[in-house]
């Protein structure tokens, strides 16, 4: 595994493996979703066309049994892009080839990834809380159901998206380091190489699996969180 | 492995929003279109089905009460025309009758006639017979036109015995 090399801006750093990564995923979900949505049939929709409407009608599906239409639509983009960028960034690390950065890759495998889009949903949650709640409705909730619940409630309202981005940066550092674990195991000779071989071929399956199990939990629990917080207290 | 970074995190949620945002407008937007194009070519076309249903099913109901109506007027028409057939067999028939009776009450005053007829000439045969026997049997002549009278009393007497 080699350390990211630090890119530096006044002063701030920046994980320049990360960065990398992150672009290349923009890239490929550009490029699907782009060519997914280039001369569209209303008829017959044929190829990149039908991932996109599957991905949008799959998004929506969920999204209908949280929210009314007027607070459905303003989440639907978000989600969607949140489920295209997470499949693509959680599964992008698993493929050989990126050389001087081999072992862990995904930029979700970054913590900084994981919190970056963790706090995009904490600033969601308050921000439409305080839209659709109101003020004193947003903050009331911190005492529903019982004014005793606040620590709790106040604690979850942290735990919530930390958890999210643990949990994302979790499974997917771990499944890549893994891959790096057992690629170093050729060093140790003929053995290592009989050992790594199937377990490669077995946990880099595994690997893309849990990535884009990853993807869908945290596409749904941001939904939840957010779509929770448009709703009024106690009606979820 | 990643080191906690602030500016790997603030360019991480800056990415993030720029791939939503190029998304909205290279993707999403267009798909939007299409899906409301698709949406709203559904709807015209479930309408159209159900316009072309209710013409078909108004048609049927008109071609319906053609026939029903087509049916009544044909049944009028064959009862208008039986009854009709049934007036003039009665009239032919009455006409028949009439003619047959005329017929008949001429045939009978023409036997009457004839029988008259035929009883005259019987009378006047039988009043000469009577005077040519009765001249053989008493020899001599008898004068024809003296005893006419006389004969034609007698063989009238004669006669209206039967």
Same mark, same amino acid.
């Given at each position: 595994?080699?350390?990211?090399?630090?890119?530096?801006?006044?002063?701030?750093?920046?994980?320049?493996?990360?960065?990398?990564?992150?672009?290349?995923?923009?890239?490929?979900?550009?490029?699907?979703?782009?060519?997914?949505?280039?001369?569209?049939?209303?008829?017959?929709?044929?190829?990149?066309?039908?991932?996109?409407?599957?991905?949008?009608?799959?998004?929506?599906?969920?999204?209908?049994?949280?929210?009314?239409?007027?607070?459905?639509?303003?989440?639907?983009?978000?989600?969607?892009?949140?489920?295209?960028?997470?499949?693509?960034?959680?599964?992008?690390?698993?493929?050989?080839?990126?050389?001087?950065?081999?072992?862990?890759?995904?930029?979700?495998?970054?913590?900084?990834?994981?919190?970056?889009?963790?706090?995009?949903?904490?600033?969601?949650?308050?921000?439409?809380?305080?839209?659709?709640?109101?003020?004193?409705?947003?903050?009331?909730?911190?005492?529903?159901?019982?004014?005793?619940?606040?620590?709790?409630?106040?604690?979850?309202?942290?735990?919530?998206?930390?958890?999210?981005?643990?949990?994302?940066?979790?499974?997917?550092?771990?499944?890549?380091?893994?891959?790096?674990?057992?690629?170093?195991?050729?060093?140790?000779?003929?053995?290592?190489?009989?050992?790594?071989?199937?377990?490669?071929?077995?946990?880099?399956?595994?690997?893309?699996?849990?990535?884009?199990?990853?993807?869908?939990?945290?596409?749904?629990?941001?939904?939840?969180?957010?779509?929770?917080?448009?709703?009024?207290?106690?009606?979820? | 492995?990643?080191?906690?970074?602030?500016?790997?995190?603030?360019?991480?949620?800056?990415?993030?929003?720029?791939?939503?945002?190029?998304?909205?407008?290279?993707?999403?937007?267009? %798909?939007?279109?299409?899906?409301?194009? @698709?949406?709203?070519?559904?709807?015209?076309?479930?309408?159209?089905?159900?316009?072309?249903?209710?013409?078909?099913?108004?048609?049927?109901?008109?071609?319906?009460?053609? %026939?029903?109506?087509?049916?009544?007027?044909?049944?009028?028409?064959?009862?208008?025309?039986?009854?009709?057939?049934?007036?003039?067999?009665?009239?032919?028939?009455?006409?028949?009758?009439?003619?047959?009776?005329?017929?008949?009450?001429?045939?009978?005053?023409?036997?009457?006639?004839?029988?008259?007829?035929?009883?005259?000439?019987?009378?006047?045969?039988?009043?000469?017979?009577?005077?040519?026997?009765?001249?053989?049997?008493?020899? @001599?002549?008898?004068?024809?036109?003296?005893?006419?009278?006389?004969?034609?009393?007698?063989?009238?007497?004669?006669?209206?015995?039967?």
């Amino acid at each position: 595994m080699i350390p990211q090399h630090m890119w530096t801006l006044g002063f701030l750093t920046f994980n320049s493996k990360t960065l990398i990564t992150t672009w290349a995923t923009m890239a490929v979900v550009l490029v699907i979703a782009v060519a997914g949505t280039r001369g569209m049939s209303e008829t017959s929709p044929r190829g990149l066309q039908n991932i996109m409407e599957f991905v949008v009608d799959f998004v929506n599906g969920f999204l209908k049994d949280l929210l009314d239409e007027p607070r459905g639509a303003r989440l639907r983009e978000l989600l969607v892009t949140l489920l295209l960028f997470l499949v693509v960034a959680n599964l992008i690390g698993l493929l050989p080839g990126w050389g001087f950065i081999q072992g862990v890759n995904s930029p979700t495998a970054d913590p900084n990834t994981a919190f970056a889009l963790a706090a995009l949903v904490f600033i969601l949650i308050h921000f439409y809380g305080f839209r659709f709640r109101g003020f004193s409705g947003h903050a009331g909730s911190f005492f529903r159901p019982y004014v005793a619940l606040y620590p709790v409630n106040a604690l979850e309202s942290i735990t919530n998206p930390l958890t999210l981005a643990m949990r994302l940066f979790g499974n997917i550092f771990a499944g890549e380091l893994l891959i790096d674990v057992f690629l170093n195991l050729f060093k140790v000779g003929t053995v290592g190489w009989l050992v790594s071989i199937p377990v490669q071929v077995f946990w880099l399956f595994f690997a893309a699996f849990i990535a884009v199990i990853q993807a869908f939990i945290f596409m749904m629990l941001t939904m939840n969180y957010v779509g929770t917080s448009m709703l009024p207290p106690g009606e979820h | 492995m990643g080191i906690l970074s602030l500016g790997t995190l603030i360019a991480e949620i800056i990415n993030f929003l720029v791939l939503l945002v190029l998304l909205r407008y290279l993707a999403y937007r267009p %798909l939007a279109q299409m899906l409301e194009g @698709r949406r709203r070519r559904i709807s015209e076309a479930i309408a159209a089905a159900d316009a072309d249903r209710e013409a078909a099913e108004r048609m049927r109901q008109e071609y319906e009460a053609a %026939l029903v109506e087509g049916r009544r007027e044909a049944q009028a028409a064959m009862e208008r025309a039986e009854k009709m057939a049934q007036g003039r067999a009665q009239e032919i028939l009455a006409e028949a009758r009439a003619e047959a009776e005329r017929l008949v009450r001429q045939a009978r005053e023409d036997i009457g006639r004839e029988r008259a007829s035929a009883i005259r000439n019987m009378e006047r045969q039988v009043a000469e017979l009577s005077i040519l026997v009765a001249a053989r049997i008493l020899g @001599r002549e008898i004068d024809e036109s003296g005893h006419r009278q006389l004969i034609q009393d007698f063989v009238r007497e004669a006669t209206e015995v039967h």
